[in-house]
């Protein structure tokens, strides 16, 4: 089993609008809703993939209500902790003349320190019948910037792989905690280094840094694939994916795409270098769908052949 968490969850409403302006009325041509926040996406993903999943975090109010409906309603396996705050809606406008997406994210409910202890238990509970635990997306309101930190300290001793994809202060906390792997993309890789990266070589060396800093394996996905520090026999291997970029329809929820396709192959027990390359084919898959987590199986698995890994040498030691 696979657990992803979403501690912030939401209800995502995606609009198309054409000749989308500033100020003025419009009405949409295409509109639909569903249960996001980032491990959300990557659940929906997942169950697409065949692979087994519960999704898990806090959903609170009418919105929690309508996220766990619509969860259900696609079967998708779910136990959240309610919470007495109300969930948020996210909305983003799609205009389908010019490819632009804004997007208008709510600030979400204030989760007590009580509900943070109902999720602790609840995940170390379903934790014990998982092989991977994904700690996905944004904090709420009202809890320590470590707590994906915390969360992935309490599943140390069991056998558990834990991942973590977040950004700003939640990040630099959870790879101090040694997750198993953390999936930045290049934005939050450069957040979490502190610097940005002008050319190829600093990335590569950016991945180094992040390693030196806790996780196992670090993989920063790129709009045109990922580059990857993956364990090869113990030993810490770079990887550099990519394909051929596509005209996207919704480019969001991509990141949550290639994480999903990657811990499938490796749920399946597939080399690294499979993982990466389906994460790949997965995220390219991913962009021509409107709908995060949406993603056509079939398709994505015939994307692979598409994908070229090389082996990167490695600049800098890694101890
Ligand atoms: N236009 C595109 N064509 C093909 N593949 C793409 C395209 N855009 C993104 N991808 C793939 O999707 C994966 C994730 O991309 P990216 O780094 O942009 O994710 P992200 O910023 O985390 O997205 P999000 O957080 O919205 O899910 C990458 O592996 C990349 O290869
Ligand atoms: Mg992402």
């Known amino acids: ?65 309508h996220i766990v409906e619509q969860l259900t309603e696609e079967s998708i396996l779910n136990d959240f902790v309610r919470i007495r705050e109300e969930s948020r809606t996210n909305t983003s ?20 320190a009580r509900e943070v202890e109902l999720f602790r238990d609840k995940l170390l509970y379903l934790a014990r019948g998982a092989a991977i635990v994904v700690f996905a997306g944004s904090l709420p309101r009202g809890v320590e910037p470590d707590l994906y930190a915390s969360l992935v300290h309490d599943l140390e001793r069991s056998d558990v792989t834990s991942v973590v994809d977040t950004d700003g ?14 999936s930045p993309n290049v934005l ?77 192959a490796r749920y399946e027990g597939r080399p690294p270098d499979q993982c990466v390359r389906f994460g790949v084919a997965c995220g390219a898959e991913s962009t021509g769908r409107f709908g995060a987590g949406l993603i056509d199986a079939r398709e994505a698995r015939r994307l692979m052949g598409d994908v070229d890994l090389v082996d990167v040498e490695q600049t800098a030691e890694v101890s």
């Open 169 to 182: 202060e939640p990040m630099r906390h959870a790879v101090r905690a040694e997750p198993d792997l953390v």
């Open 1 to 65: 089993m696979i657990i992803t968490v979403t501690l912030n969850a939401a209800i995502d409403k995606s609009l198309a609008v054409p000749n989308f302006r500033l100020g003025r009325r419009h009405r949409t041509v295409e509109q639909r809703t569903m249960a996001g926040g980032k491990g959300v996406n990557i659940a929906r993903t997942l169950k697409a993939l065949g692979q087994p999943v519960i999704a898990t975090g806090f959903a609170g109010g009418a919105t929690g209500t």
């Open 188 to 264: 939050e890789a450069e957040e979490l280094v502190g610097h940005e990266f002008a050319t190829d070589e600093e990335r590569t060396l950016a991945m180094s840094e992040i390693g030196e800093l806790g996780p196992r394996e670090v993989i920063m996905t790129l709009p045109d694939g990922a580059l990857a520090q993956v364990l090869v026999d113990g030993q810490r291997r770079l990887k550099r994916a990519s394909i051929e970029p596509r005209e996207p329809i919704a480019k969001r929820g991509s990141g949550d795409a290639f994480l999903a396709g990657y811990l499938a």
């Open 93 to 112: 406008v799609l205009d389908p003349t010019t490819g632009a997406q804004t997007e208008i994210n709510e600030r979400g409910p204030s989760v007590t």
